[in-house]
């Protein structure tokens, strides 16, 4: 998909959160802890890294803040990459990681570029992020943190 196909897909999901926002206001229900919740996996910050300098992406951004939006960024530290990110999911994992790099230490130089790339989004994005590291795989502690996360800031 191009650039602008990409954006017509990011405001098709607003548009479908909207209309849910929309419906439980009509019910008198839109405080925070009220409001609806929702998960959208490697949405705007990823395509705020595709797409940079894209005036469409902060449009978005402002879109989904009305929303009640928040961000979580999921990193793993340089020491945890291999093991974590490429290691840990099995051969067929591996093999699609590796199929654009020649060795394991270029392919979690990548990973950690692209990490980077992220958190300089995360910091330019109207949404507010909760950065977590990821290293022990604690997927309970992550989700505790991101629930009280979102409470703390709402």
């Known amino acids: 998909m191009d650039k602008d196909e990409h954006i017509d897909l990011l405001n098709r999901h607003v ?4 209309l849910q926002y929309n419906w439980i206001d009509s019910l008198g229900h839109t405080k ?13 910050l990823n395509h705020r890294a595709a797409f ?7 449009v978005l951004e402002k879109r989904l803040l ?5 961000c979580v960024l999921l990193t793993l530290s340089q020491d945890a990459v291999e093991s974590r990110y490429i290691e840990s999911r099995g051969d067929a994992w591996k093999s699609y990681v590796m199929n ?3 060795t394991v230490t270029e392919a979690c130089q990548k990973f950690l570029e692209d990490q980077n790339q992220l958190r300089m989004c ?10 977590i590291n ?12 991101i629930l009280m996360g979102i409470n703390d800031a709402t």
């Open 15 to 18: 548009d479908y959160l909207e």
């Open 52 to 58: 940079s300098n894209s005036s469409d992406i902060e």
């Open 66 to 70: 009305r929303l009640n939006a928040h």
């Open 122 to 131: 995360a910091k330019q994005s109207l949404i507010p992020t909760l950065e």
């Open 100 to 102: 654009n790099h020649s």
């Open 134 to 145: 990821t290293d022990e795989a604690d997927w309970n502690s992550y989700a505790k943190q």
């Open 32 to 44: 925070p802890s009220n409001g609806i919740f929702y998960l959208l996996e490697r949405f705007h």
